[in-house]
Structure formats: structure tokens, C-alpha cells
């Protein structure tokens, strides 16, 4: 028995001193790209935009500047023959090397029925969408709270948002709020953290403490897009409950610059589907992981073609 415990220990020890090498030679194919087809069509706007670009791999080849690596540009496409169809007539769009986009130069309103044909020597796409109702806003209540948020006391500004759900369809929404709040005389940015919040609608399904200790095998992406759907009221009316750092330089006398617009939207279910699944897709738990596929409402192609109306909801602007 002592014989053979020395012989594992010898063997033991001396394994890990040797290198194993091997090279593999690899021959990738190349990825063919595809048509890709991106647009976000709003209501009541001067004019919508449509890009059209073709797909590249993740590996795609970078350029090396004395400032680092850096990705070339997409290829846009203008040479295209882009049709949009609105509510059955059919309109020629031409296409604006200053905005590198097809551009389509009247207004769209609510439960207009989009159609996009597009024909070019790569391939042709095709994709249908409505433009949603805009969301009903019954009331805005503001007021200043005192809470503790990440084990610290400090003072919120909260919002209360009662908004009505259109019944009989599901509906989908996002909510926008974008502040430039000035900081002891000098003006900055709040990117970071949109505002806080303990609403399970606002949170889109997802627990409240990611580090518990019941969750710790599972990472759970933020909704750091801020969508939700109707689930939790669906046909009823609700009101959305979220805070953000109590602005005392904006509120105040100084002549600082600043403002907070929140801004909420209906958004079609395809849009819905491609922010989930893009919040989803960059936000992997680890390199094991499954790749999560974005989703995509583009015939022929890659993309999507998504709607929206949107309803200013608080708007305080400090020239």
C-alpha cells in the first residue's frame, strides 16, 4: 500500500510541471451578409427615417488607430428601389446621403397600416406594422420622500403616474426619463440611473434583490430599457410609482440650467419583443450561456420595424 501511494504521489506532483500544446488549425468560413432594415416610426412627426445597412460577424475586422482598435462603419445602402406603403397607397421613397436613410416626409398617425417593400441587387425585404394608440395619462402626482435605498437615507423626488390600459388587446409600453440636473453651480448628466423604483410593472417581472441568496445560480437582466406590458392590469387603470435624487440644484434660486422630461409610450408588440430580447442578449450570466437571438420582424433580412406614440408626462425645464 505504500509502494502504490508513492507512485500516485510522484505522478501527482509531476503532471502539473508538464505543458500540453497542440494547435489546431481552423478554417472559418466566411459569414455571408444579409439586408439589414432598421426603423422606429413615431406619431404626429415631420417625417420617418428608414436605414438600410448590411449585417457583419461579431469577428468583423477593426482598424488600429493610436488611440486603440476601433470598427469601421456599417455599409449603408442607396442604392435600393424603397417603397412604403400607408394605408394601401404606395409612396417612392428616396434616399438622403446626408442622413443615410430613406426618408418618408409627412406625418403618420395612430392605427395607420404600414407596409415596407424594398428590392435591391442583395436581396429583397419585406415588413408590416400599425402605429399604436398614444397612452392614456389620467394623472401626474409629485412629492418629496425620505427612504432608504441600497442601505443609504436620502431624499427622492417621487412620481406617481396613473395611466389607463386600452382593453381587449395587449398592450406595451416604455417609459422615458431623461434629466440634466446641475450640481453645485455646474451643470451634469444623470445617465446612470434613470430613477429607482419598487414597481413590480416598472421591473417587467424581475425580483427586487438579485443577490439573493435563493437566486444565486441565476442572473436576471435589468430592465434598463424600461419596457412593461398590461399583464398586472390589463383594461384597468394603474398607477406607475418610481423616484429619482431629489434635485435640490434644480428647484433652487442659482442660475444653473437644468430639466426633467418623462415621457411615456405605446409600443408595438414587435418593438416590445426586440428591446426584451436585446436587454436579454446583452446581458449574459456567463460565457456558458446559450446565445439569446434578437428578435426580428424583417422578411427576407435582419432588423426591425418598430412603432411607437408617446405622451409627454412631466416636463420642467430651467432655462
Known sequence: ??????????????????????????????????????????????SSYFYLTKS????????????GMQKKDFEYIGDAKFQLQVNGTTFNLEYSLKDSAYIYPAKLSSDDNIEVMVNQKDGELKSKAILPFPPSVLSVDTSKIHKLVNNVENDYLQFEVKIKDYPGQSN???????????????????????????????????????????????????????????????????????????????????????????????????????YFSLQRNQYLGNEFNEPIVVFNNIEGGLGILGTCSETTVFNFDKK
Open 172 to 274: 406595451y409600453y416604455r417609459l422615458l426619463v431623461n434629466m440634466k440636473i446641475p450640481y453645485y453651480g455646474w451643470v451634469g448628466w444623470w445617465n446612470s440611473q434613470q430613477y429607482y423604483t419598487d414597481d413590480p410593472v416598472l421591473k417587467n417581472g424581475m425580483p427586487s434583490n438579485v443577490d439573493d441568496p435563493d437566486f444565486n445560480l441565476i442572473r436576471f437582466p435589468e430592465n434598463y430599457l424600461s419596457i412593461f406590458r398590461d399583464m398586472l392590469f390589463e383594461g384597468d387603470e394603474y398607477t406607475l410609482t418610481f423616484y429619482i435624487d431629489y434635485p435640490y440644484e434644480l428647484f433652487s434660486n442659482n442660475e444653473s440650467g437644468g430639466f426633467i422630461l418623462i415621457k411615456l409610450q405605446s409600443i408595438s408588440e414587435d418593438l416590445y419583443n426586440y
Open 1 to 46: 500500500m505504500k509502494r502504490l501511494f508513492y507512485i500516485i504521489l510522484i505522478i501527482s506532483i509531476s503532471v502539473p510541471s508538464c505543458q500540453f500544446e497542440r494547435e489546431v488549425e481552423t478554417n472559418i468560413k466566411p459569414i455571408e451578409p444579409h439586408l439589414v432594415l432598421n426603423s422606429l416610426l413615431f406619431t404626429e412627426r415631420d
Open 56 to 67: 457583419r460577424s461579431a469577428f468583423y475586422e477593426t482598424d488600429t488607430t493610436w488611440w
